[in-house]
């Protein structure tokens, strides 16, 4: 069975810290790595998109990298501001589909 | 560019009723896909259309159906709803379809309750 999990699953930091949010996944067959953000009762809104030909991806104060021999993917988020907060999703996704598998979530609070 | 719209926004239905959920994809975007969110499953993958061709199909019942239309707009309908299917659903689309390397777009959602 296809399984993503993520840690922390919530998170409370003051405002300006640099943060890390884990990802793991069971299955080799995860090919692309995709990190969203939510905002609560809201859709989903990309961040970053990680192909398997790719280690990392960064934009803005965003970064996110993938190790697939080891499984797992990480979303560093730096100088951490109150509108940062959101539930961060990553979303494994198999080798010629568009089949997003879904980890549990970190949700993030940032207060000033 | 409009986003991804769904409609409607919110739902109430009654048990044993069924209902269909619209959703229209980014403009020259040909594949949709579904998904269910709720609060102890997280998000699940229902199924995904490409060019009037359901390509995947998650682990959901029967019960759970769609279709995509030739402007590529979807919509997926649940029969015989149970109170377990109270959820947002939500919709995505992307230009191409599986392992072109692109990014997918959500919608809003359609939140779903059922009484």
């Known amino acids: 069975k296809q399984e993503v999990t993520q840690i922390p699953a919530a998170l409370s930091v003051p405002e300006g810290e640099n943060l890390v949010l884990n990802c793991s996944f069971t299955?080799?067959?995860?090919?692309?790595l995709q990190w969203f953000r939510q905002d609560p009762g809201k859709g989903l809104t990309s961040l970053l998109l990680?192909?398997?030909?790719?280690r990392e991806q960064t934009s803005g104060r965003l970064n996110a990298s993938l190790d697939k021999s080891s499984g797992r993917s990480t979303l560093y988020i730096a100088a951490s501001q109150p509108g940062d907060s959101a539930t961060y999703l990553c979303?494994?996704?198999?080798?010629?589909?568009?089949?997003?598998?879904f980890g549990t979530g970190t949700r993030l609070q940032v207060f000033p | 560019k409009a986003g991804v719209t769904q409609t409607p926004r919110y739902l109430i239905k009654t048990r044993g009723q069924q209902v269909t959920l619209s959703c229209s994809p980014i403009?020259?975007?040909?594949?949709v896909s579904w998904y269910q969110q709720t609060p102890g499953q997280g998000l699940q993958f229902l199924f995904e259309?490409?060019?009037?061709?359901?390509?995947n199909k998650g682990n959901f019942p029967g019960r759970f159906s769609g279709r995509q239309f030739s402007n590529s707009r979807s919509e997926m309908n649940v029969s015989t709803l149970e109170l377990g299917d109270s959820a947002l659903y939500l919709c995505?689309?992307?230009?191409?379809?599986?392992?072109?390397?692109?990014?997918?777009?959500f919608g809003p959602g359609t939140r779903l309750l059922v009484l």
């Open positions: 995505a689309s992307r230009r191409a379809s599986g392992g072109t390397q692109e990014t997918q777009y």
């Open positions: 299955d080799s067959a995860i090919y692309n």
């Open positions: 990680i192909q398997s030909s790719q």
């Open positions: 979303a494994g996704i198999p080798y010629n589909t568009d089949k997003l598998i």
């Open positions: 403009s020259g975007h040909r594949s």
């Open positions: 259309y490409f060019s009037e061709t359901q390509r």
